[in-house]
């Protein structure tokens, strides 16, 4: 599709899940750890630690990031979560007023793309599990929204680990096809600042009032 790409591995990189002070080569408090300021001052410094340096060096040549994943209890995977924590720094990708459509990240689009064990009846309005993207929220909203993704509609591999190896190639074929028109693939809607006030109270009800 004439797109350049590069794919991470973090299974296969053995990447480092856990926060710690050991992410930062020069601390700014050694006492006491905060590690949203730990991230901002050691961006600011070029003494992140080199594999989270590696990372985010991916993250800011990417236009699209593609996380792709199995579903672990309503959540990412261990390795996954601890590469968001690590990965995507306050202070570059958020921080202050930075978030949602004035976020870090503005202006590049990501995409989840998983599968589940779950089967499509069991995901929707007034179903066992509810609608799937409010049970991947924190990762849709809460993650990828928060810093400034335009967050694209989700791509879903149902019951996987119950199929057969022929539904499994179909589900694989759907996925070719949606990464085919993936340029004119639906975004997910999260607030706008522009409505909000500087303490974050809707516009509308300050008018109101």
């Avoid at 601390?27 to 006491?32: D, K, L, P, T």
């Avoid at 589940?116 to 995901?123: A, N, S």
Wanted: proline share 6%; net charge neutral; with cysteine.
């Amino acid at each position: 599709m004439g797109c350049e790409v590069r794919v991470v591995d973090l299974y296969g990189i053995g990447f480092q899940p856990v926060a710690s002070g050991a992410d930062f080569a020069d601390r700014a408090n050694a006492e006491y750890l905060t590690y949203a300021l730990e991230q901002r001052n050691a961006f600011a410094g070029a003494s992140l630690s080199p594999d989270i340096a590696e990372q985010v060096a991916h993250v800011q040549w990417a236009d699209l990031v593609v996380l792709s994943f199995p579903v672990f209890w309503f959540s990412v995977p261990a390795i996954l979560k601890g590469w968001i924590d690590r990965v995507l720094l306050s202070g570059p990708f958020y921080g202050g007023l930075r978030f949602y459509d004035r976020g870090g990240l503005k202006g590049k689009a990501a995409w989840a793309t998983f599968t589940i064990g779950g089967q499509p009846h069991m995901f929707g309005p007034g179903t066992v599990h509810g609608d799937l993207n409010a049970m991947m929220s924190h990762l849709l909203r809460g993650t990828l929204g928060y810093v400034g993704f335009k967050v694209l509609k989700p791509f879903v591999g149902f019951h996987i680990p119950y199929i057969s190896a022929e539904a499994r190639a179909e589900v694989m074929q759907r996925f070719r096809h949606d990464v085919r028109h993936v340029s004119s693939r639906p975004a997910l809607a999260f607030p706008s600042l522009d409505d909000f006030d500087a303490a974050l109270q809707p516009l509308a009800s300050v008018a109101a009032a």
